[in-house]
């Protein structure tokens, strides 16, 4: 198993930025493939982005594309989410998420383990 958790959530004004962090441990950290995952009150969890095992290759949801950049620094175990010109519409609890398995996976089912979130929150 791997074991997650996220950091660098906060305040900040639109327009604004923000790197979100995830520190893994447990298992080998390169077996993974991870992702961003955001959830708003009464909404449910959708994907932001996703990283393969050696960082070759990334995939994210288009309301975020241009804006955010998942990175992952394997000797360091942690995966990042660098988040700019945030929106109000950004206002969530964001996840992190890995799964034992190769590609991009953009549903919460493809991934096994998940961190406890991190709260951000853009004032408009």
């Known amino acids: 198993q791997v074991q997650l958790v996220e950091s660098g959530g906060g305040l900040v004004q639109a327009g604004g930025s923000l790197r979100l962090s995830c520190a893994a441990s447990?298992?080998?950290?390169?077996?993974?493939?991870m992702g961003w995952f955001r959830q708003s009150p009464g909404k449910e969890r959708e994907f932001v982005a996703a990283i393969s095992r050696g960082a070759a290759s990334t995939n994210y949801a288009t309301s975020v594309k241009g804006r955010f950049t998942i990175s992952r620094d394997n000797a360091k175990n942690t995966v990042y989410l660098q988040m700019n010109s945030l929106k109000f519409e950004d206002t969530a609890v964001y996840y992190c998420?890995?799964?034992?398995?190769?590609?991009?996976?953009?549903?919460?089912?493809?991934?096994?383990?998940w961190g406890q979130g991190t709260q951000v929150t853009v004032s408009s």
């Open positions: 998420a890995a799964r034992n398995l190769g590609g991009l996976a953009t549903r919460t089912t493809d991934y096994a383990y």
């Open positions: 447990g298992r080998t950290f390169t077996w993974y493939s």
